[in-house]
């Protein structure tokens, strides 16, 4: 059980530093006995995850999915992966939340409640592929510091907002806005309050398109509180990180938005491609924008066994950032031969598409299927990893599963 993993790990002294607490008796609670403090510090129930999503940090949380939670064609709260940099926000107060429009494009700031942004302008649903930069990031070598994600840090949902550019043309940007940058409720990990977690955004042509949202729903309900509850940008098919949670101000910047995780190497990849290890200058990186093509084998769970049957039904997404997906296809001999899968159309731009194929298998024995998506642009995933990079961003190698036909 992945609770009883992350309390191995955790000793039970440094929790109670965390939370502040002092166990006087630790040393005599029964082996395998968790205290009801930590039932109740437990991620899974706090965030309504289920079990098998695997917790990769405790501060701040991260956890991510695995291949075969992510199966639905609209991913549900429970399996959806969080990241966070900072504290989830506490106590708030719907009621008084407001978001504020400023910076130095800004002819004067202008500040709406959460109820006035929800009765002011129109809704809309579409449902936006989120992963993270460093879903990947386990696999490279020189290994990168950071999460150490698998594949399970992607979600599609649907999210309901007000598109942000209805906002942003009620506010009046002026002429030079070149970027917008996000501030959140969360809290820096120092708990100093000048500090911010992160603060990223997105250059004005991505904030200003339809799919942009200044989302209050997720799958038609408040937001979950670790995904950004009460309001979120959502910035589909870019780096998860630019759509910023628990929003409560957005700056109109003349200049690219230079919040924290924006600058450096945050979220950045060398502009032109490096050894493995090579050191990169701050100057020879560029800030990741739309995401690459990729793609996931969503069913069944690597490991299936076949018994008396020679054909297996596979299904999965593929995505490809701004672009649409247009091919996936299989292969069940390393990568030799590739047979086209089914591929459906997107819900809307941005969404994620779904793939199915039937595999046949000539005779016995082991196989692993690989999946390959093409984007629109005529670019397919690496059957292996991509170009390394010093922070471990953009690993879009083919997923792929182990089978035994028996
Ligand atoms: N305020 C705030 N917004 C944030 C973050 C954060 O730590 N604080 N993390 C970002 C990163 S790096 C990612 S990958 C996504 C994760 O979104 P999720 O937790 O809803 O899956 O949120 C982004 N928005
Ligand atoms: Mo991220």
Known sequence: MKRRNFLKKASLGSMATIMGIDIVHAAAIPKGYIPLLFQDNDPYKLFGKDEEMTLLNDKPWNMEAKAHLLDDKVTPSKYMFIRNNGLVPKNIDVSKWTIVFDGESIKTPKTYTLSELKSKFKHYTYQLTLECGGNGRSEFNPPAKGNQWTVGAVSCANWTGVRLRDVLNDVGVKEDAVYIGYYGADLHLSQDPNKDAISRGVPMSKALMDETLLAFQMNGEDIPLAHGYPLRLVAGGWPASASGKWINR?????????????????????????????????????????????????????????????????????????????????SIDFGASWIDCKLEKATNRLAWQHFSATVNFPKEGYYEIWVRATDSNGLHQPMLLPGWNPKGYLNNACHRIAVKVS
Do not use: Q
Not at 265 to 284: L, N, Q, W
Not at 290 to 301: A, C, D, E, H, N
Not at 303 to 312: E, I, T
């Open 250 to 330: 957005i700056s109109i910047r003349n200049i690219v938005h230079d919040g924290v995780k924006m600058t450096g190497t945050a979220y950045r990849v060398p502009c032109k491609p490096v050894a493995p290890g090579e050191k990169v200058t701050d100057e020879d990186m560029c800030i990741i924008e739309s995401m690459p093509v990729k793609s996931l084998i969503t069913y069944p769970k690597s490991g299936a066994v076949l018994k008396n049957k020679r054909s297996l039904e596979i299904r999965g997404h593929a995505w490809a950032g701004e672009l649409a997906v247009s091919k996936v296809a299989y």
